[in-house]
């Protein structure tokens, strides 16, 4: 059974970091894509940044400039690094996981102050 586990969320002050990470049960290259999506309170589930099997990367024009994602084979691990954050940006992240099936993680809360 594949499982995702994200973490890294918390608090910080608007203009901070966080980095996200996304552990894999399994072999990140299994997937055809995987990426961090995030829901707002009282919003849709929304893309952040996504990486499929070939590199190619899809970054939401909200927070292009801002966050990146990256890969770590030999743990299975996608990150996201988020730099420059903004109250705007407080969400619950989640990682997904596309291949024979669409896999998600529990989600981690990331909080932004004003």
């Known amino acids: 059974q594949v499982q995702l586990v994200e973490s890294g969320g918390g608090l910080v002050q608007a203009g901070g970091s966080l980095r996200l990470s996304c552990a894999a049960s399994?072999?990140?290259?299994?997937?055809?894509?995987m990426g961090w999506y995030r829901q707002a309170p009282g919003k849709q589930h929304e893309l952040v940044v996504q990486?499929?099997?070939?590199?190619?990367?899809t970054t939401a024009d909200s927070v292009k400039g801002r966050f990146t994602i990256s890969r770590d084979n030999g743990k299975n691990t996608v990150d996201l690094q988020m730099n420059g954050l903004k109250p705007e940006d407080t969400a619950v992240y989640y990682c997904?996981?596309?291949?024979?099936?669409?896999?998600w993680g529990q989600g981690t809360q990331v909080t932004v102050s004003s």
């Open positions: 399994v072999s990140i290259w299994t997937f055809n894509d």
């Open positions: 997904r996981a596309r291949g024979r099936m669409d896999y």
């Open positions: 990486v499929t099997y070939g590199g190619t990367i």
